[in-house]
């Protein structure tokens, strides 16, 4: 057992897991706030990066300001679909508003592509390339500054739902009628927490972009994602950075202990593998709160 | 509406009537849309031209096969243009229809048979999967299948394929290649370590055993690091090719794997020029890693890169110079450029031999496989090694060199030269023989 | 005049509870048959070969996952997988020898039992979390496939499927293929069409509704929900061997993957519940788009010069085949099968406006 590359493994694993994380906070901030689940969340992290790209090497400015229009304007574009699609979906079954969104996904994966090319782009950081050592144990500087980032921004809408926007979002994720009553304005929540959402969603494809180029396959970043939010339970954000800890760590680990047993590709099956084990044994999450369906 | 009568309380136009006039409106609209489709489709059919050459380009423009297929078909379309505007081939000048099939079966399927009604006598997916479900139809119908790179690596035996045209070194001959190339730098493999870090699906699996043969034949030690697909996490992999500590790293992907493995390999200290890539490697890529960075970096190149070629300066000045190109003029020269600039050329050879052997004969596939088949030592001035076709042999003869990246472009390590050849036949007619026998 | 109700009166049970009262609708219905059979012999071959077949195929694949999903109210993000078990079980069946009769029938029962394990997930959670268990067990399936070489088929990774005799006739060509699917078709659709009258069709609907409601009135829910998995998923078997032998001739993993779910999830949701005419359009409408766009696109810009980019070009139909799932479940959320619905409403009082059903 080489005991460092299983310590390096499991520090990549962390720092992996909380980038993955960030995509996974987007869905849970929506599934808190609305009830539903955004299976576009993907595709609007391919369109945050594909905007931080555009507003930065497409216009000449630096990345640094490029960044921060293309959250702006992802932000609106959060709030935009939220109005336009979602709110014509209230009231209907879940399967609609998931395949609305599925529907949402392929528009975006056309449209981003199609209007702003579909060749790879380079999003770059500035992140010098040389790695940190720990001992024997290299840590890529990339996923530090990722993995760090990400780890940030959760924590921060961890503060962010302790503060009076948070209360009012904790209200009506509990019960949108009584949030009316006491004079809530529940679409105003809603539509921020979408808003939100893009944002997280947008910082994410700017970190992924930044490491594999930006082109349509960061909408690929879904399937990780839902496995964190349901790992760390739908309607919790804490659970959002506990759970994408344990995925990263666990997918790191699999691909180096199990992939010479079996011969590649585990890394795939451990979100899988981890989604059906939460489902059966604990379907709630680690930190949700159950639901429970009234008579 | 109703029309409200004298007297008679107006009803309120109700936001259910709106809803159904905005949907009988968009029902409406949608099956005007599906009307006017077909019957576009239907009249392409009609304009049949007495002296056009019909070769079917559908390919996979917005799935996974984006990072290549902009490019290569831009180089196919623009080297079209040029041989048409010299008049074409005989006086026939190449039609080549382009769409996109998104490597979904029934589209692919739907764009085969409405090309073949129009009287293709050549369809080049340009796609795997599309590619391998096409060859039964394609051997049936009689119409030439080209693999470009990809498909079956089988397909060079042109014995059980007789319409399936690889027309370019496999991923068998590549790696048989690259390992020689190796060879020649070490000067011998015995006891080194060469590791292969691919994508985990049958494209990455399949040089392995080329690898494997060559392992016990020269003596190196081999080991592989798959990672899934489509590659844009492989911070697993890496710190594990470091600890291998290995002479040689192979790298054999597509895309995003292709960047993130480049950008992973720096990040964990693996030297550049102890690197190699198959054919999937390009200019592009380069860029989003960073130039500098991945300096040192080889790869298979099956044609000459850049623009110096004859034909990619010719295109320069007679199609870009002109406004005729298929795409933006920063592109041209591009690794993936050239290799569309070089399957075209040698289709539009293929055209030129067919004409030769039968100059009357009716424009069909088996006509021009007697052409493809017959083509011999064709360079395209300069483009590709010389390549020659036979009946049984599809792939050309299996030359290609290898290149290193210098920050800037590409520059060639070797001549053309082919290297172990014997094992990677050996493998094809194993390979072809259990398709012949059991259709696998 | 067109669904003329007036006159038809009943004087058995029998006749009230036909399948359609109406003798238009049985009239259409006859004529929509015949037409189908006929087809081979009129359209051009374009036609039969890559609009009509793969629509039966792909209608009878959205019929067999309606079954689950507008019949018992459960979401099945996962019925590629199912539909890949029996395609391969079926053609590894064949080429060991099997009659093919056996082998498709086999095939639809490994997906039965897969299928009903993946319905286990379904007696523990509910909608978005059983979309979500499907959803894996699909990557599951896919991963046990992709790595088993003796399943997947070895290094070329893709199965040729050996020519195949359905009672004695040989399964080759355009003629045989298409009437095969046709068969098969019709079978599934009259199977759907009966089986809201049986009493299986019945406890599924009381399990859609409310299932502890149904539970407490004597159904057994854990036991109806299984046989719904278990059913769906040997008709998705049956039809992925179909699939594989009439239409692609050839095994390989990628044709099964998670986007072949979300297609026929597409076609079932557009085309509307629970409705067996809806499959039929969801899946007409789904698989036709995007080609339909494509040509459109293609002939527009030659026609009208219109130089669009050929990035742009190439991702048009996408981003419109995306917006059409969008704004039709914006606009009529109940599907085609709804559209058609009120357009039949609209005849059946036609001239008169105003008495509505």
């Not at chain 1, 499991?10 to 980038?19: E, F, H, K, Q, S």
């Not at chain 1, 987007?26 to 955004?38: Q, R």
């Not at chain 1, 800890?245 to 593998?273: F, H, N, Q, W, Y």
């Not at chain 2, 107006?10 to 905005?22: F, G, H, I, N, S």
Request: glycine share 10%; aromatic share 10%; net charge positive.
């Amino acid at each position: 057992m080489d005991y460092w590359l299983l310590g390096e493994l499991a520090i990549t694993g962390v720092l992996v897991g909380a980038m993955y994380g960030l995509v996974a906070l987007g869905i849970v901030l929506i599934y808190k706030t609305s009830g539903t689940a955004n299976f576009a969340q993907g595709a609007i992290a391919m369109m945050g990066a594909y905007f931080a790209w555009a507003f930065s090497s497409a216009i000449g400015l630096p990345v640094f300001i490029g960044i921060p229009i293309a959250v702006v304007v992802m932000f609106g574009f959060g709030i935009l679909v939220e109005r336009t699609m979602l709110r014509r979906m209230i009231g209907q079954p879940v399967i609609m508003v998931i395949m609305l969104t599925f529907g949402l996904e392929l528009l975006l994966r056309g449209a981003v592509p199609g209007f702003l090319g579909s060749a790879v782009k380079r999003l770059s950081l500035g992140i010098p390339q040389a790695p940190v050592f720990l001992g024997e144990m290299l840590i890529n500087r990339a996923y530090l500054v990722g993995g760090g980032v990400s780890a940030l921004l959760i924590v921060a809408a961890i503060v962010l739902f302790n503060s009076r926007l948070g209360i009012m979002m904790r209200a009506v994720s509990d019960d949108q009628t009584a949030s009316w009553s006491v004079g809530i304005r529940v679409e105003r929540a809603i539509a921020i927490a979408w808003g939100l959402s893009a944002v997280a969603a947008t910082f994410a494809g700017v970190l992924w972009g930044s490491m594999q180029g930006v082109d349509w396959s960061l909408s690929l970043l879904l399937m990780k994602a839902l496995a964190i939010a349901i790992l760390g339970g739908l309607d919790s954000i804490p659970g959002v950075l506990v759970a994408a800890e344990i995925v990263g760590v666990c997918e790191s680990l699999a691909t180096g202990v199990l992939d010479p047993m079996i011969g590649g590709g585990t890394r795939d099956i451990v979100a899988s593998v981890i989604i059906v084990i939460t489902l059966l044994i604990r379907p709630y999450g680690l930190f949700g709160h159950e639901q429970i369906e009234r008579v | 509406m109703s029309r409200g009568r004298r007297g008679a309380i107006k009803p309120v136009a109700t936001r259910e009537d709106d809803m159904r006039l905005t949907r009988r409106s968009f029902v409406a609209t949608t099956a005007a849309t599906a009307l006017t489709g077909l019957r576009f489709s239907m009249r392409s059919a009609v304009a049949a031209d007495a002296k056009v050459i019909k070769f079917g380009m559908p390919q996979d423009f917005t799935k996974i096969y984006t990072f290549v297929t902009a490019e290569y078909s831009q180089g196919a379309r623009d080297y079209f243009t040029l041989v048409n505007g010299r008049g074409g081939v005989n006086g026939y000048k190449i039609d080549a229809e382009v769409s996109d099939h998104a490597n979904d079966l029934p589209r692919a399927i739907e764009a085969y048979e409405r090309l073949k009604r129009e009287g293709m006598v050549l369809i080049d997916p340009l796609s795997t999967p599309v590619a391998r479900a096409l060859v039964s139809r394609a051997l049936e119908d009689k119409i030439n299948l080209v693999t470009a790179f990809s498909g079956r690596s089988d397909a060079a035996d042109g014995a059980v394929f007789p319409y399936v045209m690889p027309l370019s070194p496999n991923y068998w001959t590549q790696a048989g290649l690259i390992i020689d190339f190796f060879r020649q730098q070490d000067k011998d493999l015995k006891g080194k370590k060469i590791v292969l870090v691919h994508i985990d699906t049958p494209f990455g699996k399949e040089p392995i055993p080329i690898f494997q043969a060559l392992g016990q034949k020269l003596g190196y030690s081999f080991e592989t690091f798959p990672y899934t697909p489509p590659g844009n996490d492989q911070s697993a992999i890496w710190p594990q090719v470091r600890r291998a500590k290995p002479d040689w790293v192979v790298f054999w992907g597509a895309g995003v794997g292709q960047t993130t493995a480049l950008s992973e390999a720096v990040r964990n200290g693996i030297p550049m020029d102890r690197m190699s890539s198959s054919v999937w490697i390009s200019e592009s890529d380069m860029d989003v890693v960073g130039k500098d960075a991945v300096k040192g970096v080889l790869k298979f190149e099956p044609c000459a890169s850049g623009r110096s070629p004859k034909v990619v300066a010719d295109i320069i000045k007679e199609v870009a110079g002109k406004g005729q190109g298929a795409g933006p003029e920063a592109k041209i020269g591009t690794s993936y450029y050239n290799y569309g600039v070089m399957m075209a050329a040698i289709m539009v050879e293929g055209v030129r031999v067919a004409f030769q052997k039968n100059p009357n004969g009716p424009i069909t596939g088996p006509w021009l496989n007697d052409g493809l088949t017959a083509i011999t030592d064709f360079t395209a001035e300069g483009l590709l090694p010389a390549m020659t076709v036979t009946k049984d042999d599809h792939q050309g003869g299996g030359k290609g060199r290898i290149a290193r990246w210098d920050g800037t472009k590409f520059v060639p390590q070797t001549d053309w030269f082919s290297a172990n050849q014997d094992v990677v036949w050996a493998e094809i007619k194993k390979s072809a023989e259990n398709f012949k026998t059991t259709g696998k | 005049m067109f669904y003329r109700r007036a006159g038809i009166r009943h004087t058995t049970y029998r006749q009230e509870r036909q399948l359609w009262p109406l003798p238009f609708d049985r009239f259409l219905v006859g004529l929509v048959a015949a037409l189908l059979i006929i087809a081979p012999f009129v359209v051009d071959r374009l036609y039969l070969v890559a609009y009509l077949l793969p629509w039966l195929i792909w209608s009878s694949a959205a019929l067999g996952l309606n079954l689950l999903m507008g019949g018992a109210g459960q979401i099945h993000l996962g019925y590629g997988a199912v539909m890949a078990i029996g395609a391969y079980t079926s053609v590894h069946l064949v080429r060991f020898g099997t009659p093919f009769e056996l082998a498709m029938v086999a095939g639809g029962l490994a997906s039965a039992v897969i299928g009903s394990i993946f319905g286990f997930a379904a007696l523990r959670v509910k909608s978005l979390y059983l979309a979500m268990a499907t959803i894996a067990m699909q990557y599951i399936v896919d991963f046990v496939i992709t790595h088993v070489p003796g399943i997947s088929g070895g290094g070329m990774a893709s199965v040729e499927v050996p020519p195949v005799r359905f009672l004695g006739i040989l399964i080759e060509g355009d003629l045989r293929t298409y009437f095969m699917a046709l068969a098969v078709c019709a079978v599934v659709a009259l199977f759907m069409l009966n089986v809201g009258r049986t009493a299986f069709g019945r406890a599924l609907a009381a399990v859609r509704e409310k299932d502890y409601a149904a539970e407490i009135i004597g159904i057994d829910t854990f036991k109806y929900k299984l046989l719904a998995f278990w059913s769906s998923s040997f008709i998705g078997g049956v039809i992925g061997c179909v699939l594989v032998v009439c239409y692609l001739r050839s095994v390989s993993p990628e044709q099964f993957h998670l986007d072949l779910s979300i297609q026929l999830l597409a076609m079932v949701i557009v085309g509307g519940l629970g409705s067996v005419l809806g499959s039929f359009f969801g899946a007409g409408l789904i698989l036709f788009a995007p080609i339909v766009f494509n040509n459109l696109i293609g002939a527009g810009a030659d026609r009208l010069g219109i130089a669009i980019g050929a990035d742009l070009r190439a991702h048009l139909p996408l981003m419109l085949y995306g917006a059409l799932i969008v704004v039709f479940l914006i606009i009529e959320p109940l599907g085609l099968a709804k559209i058609y619905d009120n357009v039949r409403n609209y005849f059946l009082v036609w001239p008169f406006r105003h008495a509505r059903r």
